[in-house]
């Protein structure tokens, strides 16, 4: 992958179709080709923006020339990348066994907690399936997919997989909730702090089981 000025006004864009004019500066993507090698497809950087945006971004960032609108390419990536992402989490469903790990803290998802099958590599003729805990969907995405998650839910889960996403936001934002986190880390007796830690979820209507909050700690954790 890589970004340069187009050598010539022959390429057309594999996004728009429209030609890339020479010297412009174009998004190359190598792809395997139809028999041996690779072959290469070119994009304007605005449509690889939006079409290809997890791979533009780190060519961009490398990419120290001058960029004409620079922020604005930048700041509509951003938006890209999460709208990509977000649609490549599948559903929310129970881990059957602990032996997968999360795509984006690298730890165990433990046997039943909730997680998110998530699409990889979409442009593969056979794309594979990762997993993330139920808390890491929302870095994984950069965004609140609280709504999203939602429909991807069946209605059994439904009520948990909303109270593990709220009290994330709660240990994230609320002081007392910070507070009893911090506290569970530096307790010699951290079975009782998690229980008030729990018992204060509670109050804020996010009952979790057990495995749920301990896990939900562990990953926080590992942040």
Not at 134 to 157: I, M, N, R, S
Not at 162 to 176: E, F, G, I, P, S
């Amino acid at each position: 992958m890589t970004i340069e000025p187009a050598t010539s006004a022959r390429a057309k864009c594999r996004a728009c179709k429209k030609p890339i004019a020479k010297g412009e500066l174009r998004f190359g993507e190598e792809v395997p080709g139809n028999f041996d090698g690779v072959m290469t497809f070119w994009y304007h950087l605005t449509c690889a923006a939006s079409q290809r945006p997890e791979q533009l971004g780190p060519e961009l960032a490398k990419y120290k020339k001058p960029i004409p609108d620079r922020a604005a390419l930048a700041a509509s990536l951003e938006g890209a990348v999460a709208s990509t992402r977000t649609a490549k989490l599948l559903r929310v469903d129970r881990a059957p066994t602990s032996r997968a790990k999360c795509q984006q803290c690298k730890q165990r998802i433990e046997k039943t907690t909730l997680r998110v099958p998530v699409l990889l590599d979409q442009d593969q003729t056979m794309p594979g399936t990762g997993f993330l805990h139920l808390v890491c969907a929302p870095v994984y995405a950069g965004t609140d997919v609280d709504v999203y998650l939602a429909g991807k839910t069946t209605k059994p889960d439904r009520a948990e997989a909303a109270a593990v996403l709220k009290a994330q936001k709660l240990l994230d934002t609320v002081a007392r909730g910070k507070d009893l986190e911090l506290g569970t880390r530096k307790a010699k007796k951290e079975d009782a702090e998690i229980s008030v830690l729990s018992d204060w979820l509670e109050e804020q209507g996010c009952a979790l089981q057990s495995v749920e909050l301990t896990q939900l700690l562990n990953v926080r954790a590992k942040r």
